[in-house]
C-alpha cells in the first residue's frame, strides 16, 4: 500500500466512487435503532469523483470517513492494499460504517 513517499510530489489522481450495494438489516434495526424517517441518500450505481483527494458534494461524511484513507493512497498513486487483496491494484471495495444499512463502495482510480 506504500510506495515509501515517493509519490507525494506527483499531481494527485482523481478517484471516482461508485456505489455497488446496500445491504439492510431489518432484525437488527427493529432490535436497536430509534425509528428515523430519512438516513441516506446515496443510490446503488450513483457516482462521485474525488478530485485532489477531497470528499466529493454529495457524499456523506460517514461514508467518506470510512473510505478516506483509501482515496487518498489512490490520489497520491498507491494502491495494492494487503497486498493484492483487489484484483485491480488501484482500487478497493469499502463499506460505510452504518450497522444498519451499509453501502458498499467501489473505489477506483481514474486514468
Not at 1 to 13: A, S, T
Not at 49 to 64: F, K, N, T
Amino acid at each position: 500500500m506504500n510506495d515509501g513517499g515517493n509519490n507525494r510530489d506527483r499531481p494527485l489522481k482523481r478517484v471516482r466512487i461508485t456505489a455497488m450495494r446496500q445491504t439492510v438489516y431489518r432484525d437488527l434495526m427493529a432490535q436497536y435503532e430509534n425509528p428515523i424517517e430519512h438516513t441516506c441518500d446515496i443510490s446503488v450505481g450513483q457516482t462521485f469523483v474525488s478530485v485532489d483527494a477531497q470528499r466529493p458534494e454529495g457524499l456523506c461524511e460517514s461514508a467518506w470517513e470510512s473510505m478516506r484513507p483509501f482515496v487518498e493512497e489512490l490520489a497520491h498513486g498507491t494502491g495494492n492494499f494487503y497486498d493484492g487483496w483487489m484484483r485491480n491494484p488501484y482500487s478497493a471495495m469499502i463499506s460505510c460504517n452504518d450497522g444498519f444499512r451499509p453501502f458498499s463502495f467501489y473505489i477506483e482510480v481514474i486514468t
